[in-house]
């Protein structure tokens, strides 16, 4: 159990469009994900708390109007990478909370590698 | 702010020798701490975890963790590792549901 997924996998844009990853708990309800960015050889940086039903939380120095969250169920939270350019490539992962069981315990997707040329 | 310190960055062992990898974080108060391993390829897995209760916490795959708390310190260990071991551990302190992530370790497992 506790399985997250994220589509798609890998993607390549083009610099100026949008790109939108989401991220799904398959086997459980999540009120809490969380979106974070992995740079090469580095760890991961959280860049927002997905909250369902409400807005989500960005940590400081994320660009909230670039990197556009919505939670809108309980098993669905997307993060749009609008206006994509070269420095945002990296790769993003997402992670999940279970709702009312092991809430401080996160399952983690499998990550979507954005490459913007 | 909140802190994480792995101290190893990469590590390599032979077969069959015991590993250690430090974790220190910064701030007091009520933390859970978690070690997570990203086998090559793979996405993020939960290792251990400790909440409260016996400080020496033990996970999957033979690995334990001890949470000394004087020391702010929450070490992984293994007393005899494998090749499949090979992979990058992160250790991750939470507060307040919301956890820091350390740069993470690279450990190769020669056979």
């Known amino acids: 159990g506790a399985v997250v997924s994220q589509h798609p996998s890998w993607v390549i844009c083009k610099s100026g469009t949008s790109v939108k990853i989401e991220c799904r708990s398959l086997?459980?309800?999540?009120?809490?994900m969380f979106w974070y960015r992995q740079f090469p050889k580095q760890s991961l940086m959280l860049m927002a708390t997905?909250?369902?039903?409400?807005?989500?939380?960005?940590e400081q120095g994320v660009e909230k109007d670039k990197f556009l969250i919505n939670h809108a169920s309980l098993t669905l939270s997307t993060l749009t990478v609008t206006s994509a350019h070269p420095e945002d490539s990296s790769f993003y992962i997402c992670?999940?909370?279970?709702?009312?069981?092991?809430?401080?315990?996160?399952?983690f997707g499998p990550g979507t590698r954005l490459t913007v040329l | 702010a909140q802190s994480v310190s792995q101290h190893n960055h990469h590590v390599i062992l032979s077969e069959a020798a015991s590993l250690e990898l430090g974790c220190n974080y910064s701030?007091?108060?009520?933390?859970?701490l978690f070690w997570y391993v990203q086998y090559p390829g793979q996405h993020l897995q939960l290792l251990l975890k400790?909440?409260?209760?016996?400080?020496l916490v033990k996970g999957i795959k033979g690995f334990e963790a001890e949470f000394i708390k004087s020391k702010f310190s929450f070490n992984l260990r293994k007393p005899s590792v494998q090749w499949s071991d090979t992979a990058e551990y992160f250790c991750?302190?939470?507060?307040?549901?919301?956890?820091?992530f350390g740069r993470g370790t690279s450990l190769i497992v020669h056979p």
């Open positions: 992670s999940a909370r279970r709702l009312a069981v092991e809430i401080d315990t996160q399952y």
């Open positions: 086997d459980f309800q999540a009120t809490t």
């Open positions: 997905s909250n369902e039903g409400s807005k989500a939380t960005y």
């Open positions: 701030y007091g108060g009520t933390v859970n």
């Open positions: 400790y909440f409260s209760g016996d400080p």
């Open positions: 991750a302190p939470m507060r307040s549901y919301i956890p820091t």
